[in-house]
């Protein structure tokens, strides 16, 4: 489990496609407290550590993971948004994210708003009934409000603090950005028969 409270920005150093997809990944974290095997949220994405080294720590892709995420897009050099798996104690600062992807948005416009940057995404239009005004989202792996709902289109407003510590900042109309809608609203649909 996680937050959606990316706690570092790494780069990919590395990436070889073989049997399934391996990536490294740069990081800030102390990986000498890296388990193998522990969970780590890249882009959102619940990933299993397979190998650590002094400041990076790899992960090996599936297809299904390729397919579903935006992980198969990425190239060596560039940033992804990190965080290390929830811990009994830890504060829950965004909402409860599972780093299971549910699917691609799409970025469809950002327009400045102050200090803030205002986007809206597209999303799978299946996926539309989940997002709600003033609801949670996870977009690669960050936890945002949603601002408010038009169709299968949302809107989020960027504070400049996560424009700079996170990827979304570099986001422009166009980019594909993995998406996990509420596990509450996932829950509620399923108890009310429609899903």
């Known amino acids: 489990m996680f937050t959606g ?3 570092d920005v790494g780069t990919v150093r590395a990436i070889q496609k073989k049997g399934d997809t391996r990536f490294e990944f740069t990081t800030q974290f102390d990986t000498a407290k890296i388990v193998l095997g522990a969970s780590i949220a890249c882009n959102g994405a619940c990933m299993t550590v397979v190998e650590t080294g002094n400041d990076w ?3 090996e892709a ?3 993971s390729l397919n579903k995420t935006t992980l198969g897009n990425l190239a060596v050099g560039d940033r992804i948004n990190l965080e290390q798996s929830l811990r009994l104690g830890d504060e829950l600062g965004g909402h409860i994210v ?3 992807i549910d699917g691609v948005a799409k970025l469809v416009s950002r327009t400045p708003e102050g200090d803030s940057v205002r986007m809206v995404f597209e999303l799978p239009e299946a996926f539309a009934r989940y997002v709600a005004s003033k609801g949670s989202i996870t977009l690669d792996g960050v936890s945002l409000t949603v601002n408010e709902v038009t169709g299968n289109c ?3 407003n960027l504070i400049a603090h996560t424009q700079n510590e996170t ?8 980019d594909p950005i993995n998406f996990e809608i509420d596990m509450l609203a996932r829950y509620v649909a399923r108890m009310m028969g429609k899903e």
Do not use: N, R
């Open 5 to 7: 409270i990316v706690t």
């Open 62 to 64: 599936s297809a299904e």
């Open 57 to 59: 720590f790899a992960i």
């Open 98 to 100: 599972s780093g299971h």
């Open 167 to 174: 990827t979304l900042g570099a986001k422009q109309p166009g």
């Open 154 to 156: 949302f809107g989020i």
